[in-house]
């Protein structure tokens, strides 16, 4: 998608909003305005990033708040968002668009649209078209996702590394290095792993047995053998700002016939969705295709088995992808919504069934939509039992 000519506005902290990092190129802890009108990109920074900017920033032209007497009419009006909404308004106005709408995103901040308004100015809020500039990813944002997605699997081989070495006590639970071995032992070994690769894993999950059965549990406590552990690892790369994205499910010792039923089902299901992958297939479905296998198997599934107003907590129930890039979860996505596929959209691929007195099972590679077809960027094998 492409902004059609349309004026776009966005206020944000690049490090932190993926609309403004895209939009400027910059990264930046704090607020930055980014302004395109007419096809040119208009970047305002403070003081304290604008040396910073005027070596790194691919814009058209740079402004700093002080040429645009953001400090100056903010004291005046009492208010830095009428002091923003004033430089801004000014800005436009020199650009002759005031009489066009900015295009915002769907998360712009109300204060600033109040006062952009109040000032005469047409927001209009396109979450779409915003979500839709990010989807192709061009040859550089590719490499970007692949080295945060080598991060994420030299730390998931560490942890495996971990659980290989690990004993077995009388009781069942895994012993490390004559310590106990808990999720949040093997969380903090994966994040530390993920730093040491210049990426930031925040809620990593370590999670067994029965807590592996709750998707976005992060794990606590001693983990056992027999029972599934899943690790769900996707860092941003603090140097890009990409993400990746992995899950691996794993048994210390012998699984039960249920868990392996479980996790070869799964795995079924992964396959198949991965062979679907290319330009031009729906999303909608994929998502059916891994329903339909896991439904044959004989677990339940947010397509077959939903109740209308009742939500479904056994089974199959989430959405089979999601976009990667600049945020952990971006359009598109593999779910019941009607959304095609286009090259250069970089999805994950996650089926995963989830019973309370069984636990959970979840599969998850990154794969990269192409001219013909996709490309798995995931290189991690996918191993059960160790």
């Not at 032209?61 to 909404?85: M, T, V």
């Not at 295009?103 to 779409?128: I, M």
């Amino acid at each position: 998608m492409t902004d059609d000519g349309q004026n776009l506005l966005v206020i944000g902290a690049p490090e932190h909003d993926a609309h403004a990092y895209h939009l400027s190129g910059f990264l930046a802890p704090d607020d930055v305005i980014c302004l395109r009108v007419a096809g040119k990109t208009y970047l305002a920074v403070s003081s304290l990033e604008y040396g910073r900017a005027k070596k790194d920033a691919p814009v058209d032209e740079l402004l700093s708040y002080e040429e645009l007497e953001i400090p100056k009419l903010s004291r005046e009006l009492k208010s830095s968002a009428k002091g923003y909404a004033a430089a801004i308004s000014n800005l436009v106005e020199s650009l002759g668009a005031s009489d066009s709408p900015l295009v915002v995103p769907a998360g712009f901040p109300l204060a600033d649209a109040d006062e952009l308004r109040a000032r005469g100015l047409t927001l209009t809020p396109n979450r779409k078209l915003f979500d839709g500039l990010r989807r192709a990813k061009r040859a550089g944002e590719v490499a970007h996702v692949e080295q945060a997605q080598r991060a994420v699997e030299a730390a998931c081989e560490h942890a495996v590394g971990i659980l290989r070495e690990s004993e077995v006590d009388n009781s069942g639970t895994l012993l490390w290095r004559g310590e106990i071995l808990t999720s949040e032992t093997l969380r903090s070994e994966i994040n530390v792993e993920l730093l040491r690769r210049n990426c930031l894993g925040d809620g990593t999950i370590a999670a067994g047995g029965s807590q592996a059965a709750d998707p976005h549990e992060r794990g606590s406590g001693p983990l056992k053998a027999g029972e599934a552990i899943i690790l769900d690892i996707f860092p941003k790369n603090l140097s890009s700002r990409y993400f990746a994205d992995m899950t691996r499910t794993f048994v210390k010792g012998e699984p039960n016939g249920e868990l392996r039923k479980m996790y070869d089902a799964v795995l079924e299901s992964q396959e198949a969705a991965l062979a679907m992958i290319g330009p031009g297939v729906n999303g909608r479905d994929v998502h059916r295709k891994v329903a339909d296998i896991l439904h044959e198997a004989g677990y339940k599934t947010n397509v077959h088995d939903r109740e209308e107003g009742k939500p479904l907590t056994e089974g199959f129930f989430h959405g089979t992808g999601h976009g990667v890039g600049l945020e952990i979860h971006e359009a598109p996505r593999l779910a019941p919504v009607d959304e095609e596929l286009i090259p250069g959209d970089i999805v994950s691929v996650e089926p995963g069934l989830y019973y309370q007195e069984i636990g959970g099972v979840r599969i998850e590679d990154l794969v990269l939509v192409t001219e013909d077809g996709s490309r798995n960027l995931t290189r991690f094998p996918k191993e059960f039992v160790l």
